[in-house]
T-cell receptor, first 114, second 113 residues
């Protein structure tokens, strides 16, 4: 099946710094990618839809100035958590649709902000 | 608007016994339904999907699910649990082109030896 990768797989940073997470579709092109956040023992919540060549669409309650999304090519979307704080610590997962019916998920990036 | 409810947050079964994970959905249109599995600290893996074809869907690792429109249900079953099945399971619904997914709250499956 289609493969989606994420980098890094985990990151620890100090409060106030920015962290960039990459999401790549390895063997297919994705004009759209999705970013999810998963807190411990909770389900995945959609944060934003990343669109190649245009602005991302953010879900209600997600700060667009804090979570910067760039979809620079058909295989790469990046999520930058700016001025990270401990409450941003979470598991961030991206996905990309391959075909019309199925989405493939990346392995996730665990962020810990100290 | 679409939504999905997983009726059990935790299910515990003995190895070799059947598994039943329950899911009910709400959708304004003909939905696509999915079951994903997440092992600890891993990404999500697609188990199976329903997209308006056969109502009984067979997936990987011996799992299957039946779409019942009259009951708005899409329960996941497996005849015989294996230790490796212990994980978190998510029922997911999508309308239209399956590009925006709504996740259930998840069911943690424990398999006892």
């Amino acid at each position: 099946g289609a493969v989606v990768s994420q980098h890094p797989s985990w990151v620890i940073c100090k409060s106030g710094t920015s962290v960039k997470i990459e999401c790549r579709s390895l063997d297919f092109q994705a004009t759209t990618m999705f970013w999810y956040r998963q807190f411990p023992k909770q389900s995945l919540m959609l944060m934003a839809t990343s669109n190649e060549g245009s602005k991302a669409t953010y879900e209600q309650g997600v700060e667009k100035d804090k979570f910067l999304i760039n979809h620079a090519s058909l295989t790469l979307s990046t999520l930058t958590v700016t001025s990270a704080h401990p409450e941003d610590s979470s598991f961030y997962i991206c996905s990309a649709p391959a075909g019309s019916e199925t989405q493939y998920f990346g392995p996730g990036t665990r962020l810990l902000v100290l | 608007a679409q939504s999905v409810t997983q009726l059990d947050s935790h299910v515990s079964v003995s190895e070799g016994t059947p598994v039943l994970l329950r899911c009910n959905y709400s959708s304004s249109y003909s939905p696509s339904l999915f079951w994903y599995v997440q092992h600890p600290n891993k990404g999500l893996q697609l188990l199976l999907k329903y997209t308006s074809a056969a109502t009984l869907v067979k997936g990987i690792n011996g799992f299957e699910a039946e779409f019942k429109k009259s009951e708005t249900s899409f329960h996941l079953t497996k005849p015989s649990a294996h230790m490796s099945d212990a994980a978190e399971y998510f029922c997911v619904v999508s309308e239209g082109s399956a590009r925006q997914l709504t996740f259930g709250s998840g069911t943690q499956l424990t398999v006892l030896p």
